[in-house]
């Protein structure tokens, strides 16, 4: 027998579990979470017959830190999986009214930078995280530009915005679909994270969950995909034990 055979073997058969696993990740990122696709679907194909689902603009939990950025159903949370070896880094708000109509407000007092090629976000600085003080965190606001990447940011925000005071509660601009390719716009929503300082006065690439924050106790709502939680969060602080 060729003494290279068994060794074969093996590589062939590593090659087969790499493929099987490889295989997995992108059907379940295909796939994602099929019951939280069906209520966004649901939503978005008749907002009219589901007002209770909207979370509103500007609301904020008791003993809550942030506002509710914007109005609408918050569809897909963080720690979801859409893309092979990637999860949700921030939650998804669905507003109900047509491109760039609904308004986005800050979630907090802080400090706006709008990078000089940023088309549809912004980042707000917080320079004191009341849940860890000390820590630097920056909520991240982005999908505010049409197919195309003309922007609905608010005109106060130009690109190379720096260290801009904001209010919580103040206009940012209004929800769109931008995703950078215009041929597969996003649908209309807003996704906002929670984005760990990089410890040098900048930001951490909120791409990777692993720079951002479980966004829950900043908004007393269960936020986060392991909460098992469907439908509209509700607040922590009214939930009961056989609420939804
Ligand atoms: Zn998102």
Redo the contacts with the bound molecule.
Sequence with gaps: MNPLLPALGLILFAVLVAAAVLAYLILRGRLGDPKRNALVWEYLHSPAAHPDWVTRANSRCEGALFAFPTDGYIG?LWGGTFQPLER?????VFGNLPLGQTPVYSASDGFLTRLADWKSAVIIRVPDDPLAPGRTIWIYY?HMADPQGNSFIDAGFPPGTMEKPVRMGQRLGFQGNYSGDPANPSGV?L?L?IVLGDGQGGFRNETDIANTLDPSPYFGMPLNTESGQYGPPHCLADSNPNGN
């Design positions: 897909y949700h880094q921030g939650i998804d982005a929503h996704h994270s």
